[in-house]
């Protein structure tokens, strides 16, 4: 979740994107020389429309292990990433997405390669060439100041300083300001991060904390997520911060940061951590990460929280009902991510339908009086905010009041028409039939349409690919 907006068109569109998505290129036979194959470059998108740069083709990325070495007062940073990677095609060449520093080597399976940089491209040609279904892996070396990326709705992300270190949120299109990657929640993978500070700096990553050294007036942060993350979901963020550690009555581990001067304000919300976790648990299924958390840190350039995978990030303190909203997103935009940015309601109307439901459990408004407050079902017909569909937004409308409220008036008008024992079970199911992949507003109609056996398409039409406030469902 962009928590920020919170606080502060048919069915055939969405198939017809999801169609344009780039195939590896065939290896086809080189003319004169039968057999052989003819290696050509990666592609250098995914194909998503909202953001056409992002994401390559060629490749599969299985693992990223991020050393940096970061100073805060001087907002230097010296880093080499290793990718490690399958090739789904013959390549000559592959981009990888890359908007930080000056590139100071780079090497494939240990071989230099030469590489040039247009945008957020990083253009590399590997030599020997790498055949399909091949592992490969590249070491790029890079050092400098890692970038503050601005966003279509003017919001900033990426690697962002703080007055003691550095914020560190990556959706949608932040994570190449400071390491190299295949950029797209399709393409996920599991994460190593080595992160060197001045002594009294903590860093913060996503997973488990494996060692933590210090040396030379230097602490090296090791952490390891073991589960498979997109990675506008990574995180390194640093700064001083109040650590506590805890398990849930469910057995998690619980890795808590909070900036010093937020300790206070945040206690009520970090204190609920795991109640929230098993309340989520028992109604979507288990949590899906080998630990949990929270890092609360003063940003207030930033202006909103993330659903880092296992670790929320706040840039200011959160309420219980923030703190609910990005720990749902665990199940829900985390271990189940979107197949296209405009399938974000997927993430937003989830996790904003789960405080709802928190809210409820916890003795506040029913979710029904919430869907028909004066902020949701009750606002008039001729609001702009039923002037933008659902099921795509737009990359400026994308975290937005109607991918989180009328997202979530989708499930709960859903819940009332298919009834709450067929609901429940179609969502618990969405989550362990996608867990660590990618799912689209396509597959959650037809999931919902075989889970209740009913014709669903105007029902869904309505809601989610049509402007204007339904009438009746």
């Known amino acids: ?28 036979a080189a003319p004169g020389n039968p057999g052989e ?17 992002q994401g390559n083709g060629g490749y599969d990325v299985r693992h990223y292990d991020i050393a940096l070495s970061y100073d805060p007062a001087t907002r230097y940073m010296d880093a080499t990433t290793t990718i490690t990677a399958a090739a789904t095609q013959d390549m000559d060449a592959f981009d990888l997405d890359f908007r930080g520093p000056d590139v100071t080597s780079l090497t494939v399976n240990g ?19 790498l055949k399909a279904g091949q592992t490969f892996t590249v070491v790029a070396s890079y050092a400098g100041t890692p970038p503050v990326i601005t966003d279509p709705d003017g919001s900033i992300e990426g690697w962002v300083p703080t007055d003691d270190g550095a914020f560190v949120p990556g959706e949608p299109q932040g994570a190449p300001a400071w390491f190299p990657g295949d950029d797209h929640p399709t393409d996920k993978a599991t994460f190593t991060f080595h992160v060197t500070v001045p002594d009294g700096v903590t860093a913060v990553g996503n997973g488990r904390l494996v060692s933590k050294t210090t040396t030379g007036g230097r602490t090296t942060f090791v952490w390891d997520q073991a589960e498979p993350m997109a990675t506008y979901l990574a ?45 989520f648990t028992s109604i979507f299924g288990p949590y899906p990460f080998g630990s949990a958390g929270a890092i609360v840190d003063r940003a207030p350039d930033v202006g909103y929280a993330l659903e880092s995978q296992t670790k929320p990030i706040f840039s200011s303190a959160p309420s219980v009902g923030t703190m609910a909203h990005e720990l749902a997103h665990q199940w829900y935009g985390d271990a ?8 974000i309601w997927l993430n937003e109307g989830f996790a904003t339908y789960a405080t709802w439901l928190w809210t409820e459990h916890t003795g506040g408004a029913t979710a029904q009086q919430t869907f028909a407050s004066s902020s949701n079902y009750g606002r008039a017909a001729t609001s702009s905010f039923w002037q933008v569909v659902t099921a795509d937004p737009g990359p400026e409308d994308m975290f937005g009041n109607v991918p989180y409220n009328r997202g979530a ?32 507003t396509a597959e959650f109609v037809d999931a919902a349409q075989k889970a209740s056996g009913m014709d669903l398409t105007a029902f869904f039409d309505v809601w989610l690919y049509q402007k204007g406030k339904p009438a009746s469902w």
């Open 37 to 53: 194959p003819r290696y050509t470059a990666g592609a250098p998108s995914a194909g998503d429309p909202y953001f056409p740069d």
């Open 1 to 28: 979740m962009r928590s920020r907006r919170i606080i502060g068109t048919a069915l055939a569109t969405v198939l017809g994107a999801l169609a344009g998505v780039p195939a590896a290129a065939p290896a086809l």
């Open 336 to 343: 189940v991510s979107p197949a296209r940015w405009s399938d």
């Open 409 to 440: 008036m989708t499930l709960h008008a859903l819940r009332g028409k298919i009834g709450d024992a067929v609901f429940f079970k179609l969502i618990k199911d969405w989550v362990a039939g996608h867990r660590y992949g990618n799912a689209s």
């Open 235 to 279: 995180t390194v963020t640093l700064g001083t911060f109040t650590v506590a550690e805890s398990v849930t009555p469910g057995g998690i581990p619980v890795y808590t940061a909070v900036d010093p001067r937020l300790v206070t304000q945040s206690a009520a919300a970090v204190a609920r951590i795991p109640d929230i976790l098993e309340y």
């Open 111 to 129: 071989h230099k390669a030469s590489f040039t940089r247009t945008g957020q491209e990083l253009v590399v040609s590997p030599r020997p060439k």
